[in-house]
């Protein structure tokens, strides 16, 4: 069993960068993909980005392709995204997702074995 514990997030004005984090409680040795995805109220939960653990190979939402960074501390078993430019349209609950095995369309939520309990981010205009 692995579990994801996520810090980081809270309020920001737009423009401004906020950086989460992910802590995996098991070797990540048994995690292929990990990911980022958030749901804004009365929305679906979308990707935002991901990573496959081994290769380091990296994706994003157009959305928040150039602002948004995805990354990993394999020592520290954590993953990262570090947000900048942020527009208030970023608003929403972000959560981290880990899988067993690599995933082939990494925004499809149900592929993923296990989720963070999930931070608020808020950017205020």
């Known amino acids: 069993q692995v579990h994801l514990v996520q810090s980081g997030g809270g309020s920001v004005q737009a423009g401004g960068s906020l950086k989460l984090s992910c802590d995996a409680s098991a070797s990540r040795f048994s995690i292929s993909s990990m990911a980022w995805f958030r749901q804004a109220p009365g929305r679906v939960r979308e990707g935002v980005a991901h990573?496959?653990?081994?290769?380091?190979?990296?994706y994003y939402a157009d959305s928040v392709k150039g602002r948004f960074t995805i990354s990993q501390d394999k020592a520290k078993n954590t993953l990262y995204l570090e947000m900048h430019s942020l527009k208030p349209e970023d608003t929403a609950m972000y959560y981290c997702?880990?899988?067993?095995?690599?995933?082939?369309?990494?925004?499809?939520?149900?592929?993923?074995?296990?989720w963070g309990q999930g931070t608020q981010v808020t950017v205020s205009s």
């Open positions: 997702a880990a899988a067993w095995q690599p995933v082939i369309n990494w925004m499809w939520e149900y592929d993923y074995n296990a």
């Open positions: 990573i496959y653990t081994r290769s380091g190979d990296e």
